[in-house]
């Protein structure tokens, strides 16, 4: 090893142990998660800090002020869940003018789409916006609908979860999904798409709703997501370790959410660590714009850590296997990153298994977000999919746009 790489490792050894020692000055649950995150920071630390500290700091400032991610909007709305959370989603409807044209062809070559609303859910501590550059090709071309989970985005906090405490579970998402759909698509064909803990999220809404499923939708899409067993996945840590973290983390983030002012002001000390942090696991391309990676750590750190520690004891629970056979008769595309930490691959050829008819695709050197990373891979096989679901002809050629 060289001097200078010697020495770029013995600032992130200090580096990380600063974070550690931050989150130690907010009590003991911030000391136990300083642990966890600088065991995970250890592989990004030495790449962070080529660049220096008041640099990055500079540079996030300037891609918040400048960058374009998230800034498409649609004529919003709100749904009631079934305890009275409000529930914000938006449409964009289809554009008849002429300036929709180029990227109408694109998409479905020179057939116009058939009438049909393709509903977007995502992930966990993400918001719609997350569909920015799949929203930014069908924008005008074909009806759809993006809404933020209870908690996350512009939708309010979870009513159940405020008045009493109770857990939130897959189950509910997949109810708020329902309410979703009755007050933005109350009739006509669907495409249901869902990342991460939105393809869970659709796949409680097959489970409680299987009439609507059979009677209504024409496609499914589920991207980087998983029917059950995460409790098995080891995030890319040593086994044994990420074992001992396992058995102490519910605790931990249930001792965070209690102390929820005083994290925050962790977090704000310790944001450059997990800006490395967050890249790591959304990404796994070296080349990722900085601006699409500022764009991924703003969502992420725009969640509230209470509402991260009231989701999280969910996804241990979650088992939609059975769930999926109501998906057997219909077009279904199985896409996610073949380096993705949080929802290993592994778990979409699961799904794919128990579904032979699906589309399965691994796309190369892709992470958890996927459709940021690897926008027009997305895009192009969702546009395949409308083909298929029959929302366009099958003869339609699918090419994306990233305008």
């Known amino acids: 090893m060289s001097e200078t790489s010697t020495g770029a490792a013995a600032e992130a050894v200090t580096e990380v142990a600063a974070a550690a020692g931050n989150w130690r000055r907010a009590g003991f649950a911030g000391a136990a998660i300083g642990v966890v995150a600088a065991g995970a920071a250890a592989g990004v630390a030495i790449e962070r800090l080529t660049v220096g ?74 918001s719609q916006d997350s569909w920015h550059f799949q929203r930014a090709a069908l924008r ?64 409680a809404l097959a489970d409680h709703f299987p009439e609507l499923i059979r009677e209504r939708v024409a496609g499914i899409a589920l991207v980087g997501t998983s029917s059950g067993r995460l409790g098995s996945v080891n995030f890319g840590l040593p086994v044994a370790g990420m074992n001992a973290v396992r058995r102490v983390l519910p605790g931990v983030l249930k001792a965070l959410g209690s102390q929820a002012d005083l994290v925050e002001k962790g977090r704000r000390a310790t944001a450059d660590l ?18 699409i990676s500022r764009f991924a750590e703003r969502m992420i750190e725009s969640t509230p850590i209470d509402v991260v520690a009231e989701f999280y004891p969910a996804f241990a629970e979650h088992d939609k296997t059975e769930a999926l056979k109501h998906f057997a008769e219909l077009p279904v595309l199985v896409l996610a990153g073949d380096k993705d930490l949080v929802t290993p691959s592994e778990h979409s050829e699961v799904i794919a298994d128990l579904l032979p008819d ?23 096989r969702l546009a395949d999919l409308l083909a ?9 050629d699918a090419r994306t746009s990233s305008g």
């Not at 908690?151 to 509910?172: F, K, N, Y």
């Not at 997990?274 to 601006?291: E, L, M, Q, T």
């Open 53 to 126: 500290r008041g640099m990055r700091k500079k540079a996030r400032l300037a891609l918040d002020a400048s960058g374009p991610y998230g800034s498409l909007r649609g004529m919003p709305g709100q749904a009631y869940a079934d305890d009275g959370t409000e529930l914000s989603y938006e449409v964009d409807e289809v554009e008849a003018d002429s300036a929709q044209a180029p990227r109408r062809r694109r998409l479905f070559g020179r057939k116009a789409p058939a009438p049909v609303t393709v509903v977007f859910s995502h992930g966990y501590c993400l």
């Open 140 to 203: 005008g071309v074909v009806r759809c609908v993006y809404w933020d989970q209870r908690s996350h985005g512009r939708s309010g906090r979870g009513a159940a979860q405020l008045a009493d405490g109770t857990p939130v579970s897959i189950d509910q998402l997949g109810r708020d999904l329902k309410a979703v759909i009755d007050a933005a698509a109350p009739e006509g064909p669907l495409v249901l798409v869902g990342h991460s803990m939105g393809g869970m999220t659709t796949m």
């Open 274 to 291: 997990f800006a490395g942090i967050i890249k790591r696991y959304s990404f796994s391309s070296k080349d990722v714009d900085p601006a």
């Open 358 to 380: 699906a589309e399965l695709v691994l796309v190369p050197d892709a992470g958890h977000l996927v459709m940021l990373e690897h926008p027009e891979v997305v895009t192009d």
């Open 388 to 396: 298929r679901a029959g929302a366009v002809p099958a003869a339609a």
